[in-house]
């Protein structure tokens, strides 16, 4: 009697995070492409944050990496990036479903759109795009989960 009181109080205390969509991100991720290794890690929803990192190590050796976070504000749920460190561009969540993510800021230059999705493998998929599905200019990156 006493453990069931205490787990539905925990319960109680700690009502589903409404990122738990968001959780099929969570992980490390490696890929390879054109010579690039790219990598990206993503904690585990809680307290209403996903933190994110984002890696391009290119063959001669430099790097370019990006800050991320997901994050749960009044007015939604909005992914923000810092690429190298810099200036934080924040993205609205505006769909998903299961396994899939999208973030959408009409007003920024490039990318407007930015999507996450397992593939039936159960690699992660991100694209970045101008939100228009035939750009021309869009990015993707295909990672397999790394096991630390």
Known sequence: ???AVLVFSFILQNPP?????????????????DGVT?????TLPAG??????????????????????????EDGIYYVASPKGRGATSFSYTSGGKNRAVFENPDHDYPKR????????GRLVARIDNGEDNDPKARSWRWSRVKL
């Not at 790219?38 to 993503?42: A, G, L, N």
């Not at 944050?49 to 997901?70: P, S, T, W």
């Open 1 to 3: 009697m006493f453990t």
């Open 17 to 33: 995070s409404p990122l738990e969509p968001l959780a099929f991100m969570a992980g490390t991720w490696r890929g390879a492409q």
């Open 38 to 42: 790219t990598e990206e890690h993503w």
């Open 48 to 73: 209403g944050i996903m933190l994110g990192l984002h890696r391009d190590v290119f063959g001669d050796g430099k790097a370019f990496f990006e800050y991320l976070r997901i994050e749960v504000r």
């Open 114 to 121: 930015i999507t996450y999705s397992l593939d039936p493998e």
